[in-house]
């Protein structure tokens, strides 16, 4: 079966970085859409970025030109690069695959159990 850990979480200043790593098992790595998604207390959870296997990347409109994802397929691990953080980036951070080289709208099929991001003011 598909497996996600996430890591890389923590606490951190505004204005600081954080790169969030997440190793996958048991999938078809190369070929699958990747995702990370964040969830804050209260909120429903929301879409960060996407990778397919092409490498082509989407990045929702609350974190471009801050957040960066990008995969190693040797590691099967997929990242995501956080800069001028912000407290209101502080969430539960999961990393997420579907089995297609495609990805749609941010549906995803397997999902990790998240980490802990904290960014104080």
């Known amino acids: 079966r598909v497996q996600l850990v996430e890591s890389g979480g923590g606490s951190v200043q505004a204005g600081g970085s954080l790169r969030l790593s997440c190793t996958v098992s048991g999938s078809n790595f190369a070929n699958s859409c990747m995702g990370w998604f964040r969830q804050a207390p209260e909120k429903k959870r929301e879409g960060l970025a996407t990778?397919?296997?092409?490498?082509?990347?989407t990045i929702a409109d609350s974190v471009k030109g801050r957040f960066t994802i990008s995969k190693d397929n040797a590691k099967t691990t997929l990242f995501l690069q956080m800069n001028q953080l912000k407290p209101e980036d502080s969430g539960l951070y999961y990393c997420a695959t579907r089995p297609f080289g495609w990805c749609f709208d941010y549906a995803m099929n397997d999902w990790g159990k998240g980490i802990l991001v904290t960014v104080s003011s």
């Open positions: 990778i397919d296997a092409s490498g082509k990347t």
